[in-house]
């Protein structure tokens, strides 16, 4: 019984005030991807001027953008949730639903963890198929 005592004093440990407010997350979260969105249309832009027509990487950065939308909206769906965590490890009294509130944005933190890391793998194929296009015509460097 001690351990389970020990257990449950150690997983409500304060972790301080939240740096910035919900509310400025979110601004951030939406701010970062409308940076994005305007990146990845002079890209294209640029693409389509110089060489009227798209490559596999450009499709590659189309698919991570896409991934980088949805980690927004899951973000501004299950954010608060784990806000409500926080407050609580800090001391804030635990609405009735915090366990199932818990599980939802523990949840939605995981997801965007394998979507993070999927549009990330996605970012580094698109340099590596870029390099490969730009390296591909100087025969002195070439293994195979």
């Known amino acids: 019984m001690a351990m389970v005592q020990s257990t449950l004093e150690l997983s409500l440990v304060p972790t301080g005030p939240s740096v910035i407010t919900l509310e400025w997350f979110y601004g951030i979260i ?37 991934i980088l939308f949805a980690t927004a ?32 944005g523990l949840r939605s933190f995981g997801a965007l963890i394998v979507l993070d890391y999927c549009g990330i793998w996605l970012v580094k194929f698109n340099f590596l198929l870029f390099f490969r296009r730009l390296g591909n015509h100087v025969y002195k460097y070439r293994i195979f």
């Open 30 to 66: 939406w701010g970062c991807f409308a940076l994005c969105v305007i990146a990845f249309a002079s890209r294209i832009a640029i693409r389509l001027t110089c060489f009227h027509r798209l490559f596999v990487e450009d499709y590659l950065m189309l698919l991570a953008l896409c």
């Open 73 to 104: 909206v899951i973000g501004q769906l299950f954010l608060k949730y784990m806000y409500n965590m926080v407050a609580v490890c800090n001391g804030a009294t635990p609405s009735p639903n915090f366990m199932s509130e818990s599980t939802k």
